[in-house]
């Protein structure tokens, strides 16, 4: 882990979170960068928690790290709509 923790240090790279309180009051956290990289939480702060971990153990991968290399976003923004 310490060559993971040392990637996501250096890059210091924003990955893009999506997150859903669940019909259960779970939090659901999704990093929509991996394939499969999803967790859960009872609280917001569990959740997150959670998610780096699974971060942490999906970019050990040699293709996630290099995913995680090139991932260079300029803007990123989450929108709604209601229909």
Known sequence: MANTTKLISQHKTQLPLYVEKD??????????LFEGCY???KTLDEAL???RE????VIEEKDNKKLLRS?????????????
């Open 23 to 32: 019909e259960d009051g779970y939090y659901v956290v999704e990093c929509p």
């Open 49 to 51: 928690k959670n998610i």
């Open 54 to 57: 699974v971060i942490e153990l």
């Open 39 to 41: 967790t859960q939480g």
């Open 71 to 83: 991932y260079h976003p300029q803007e990123f923004s989450l929108h709604t709509i209601a229909v």
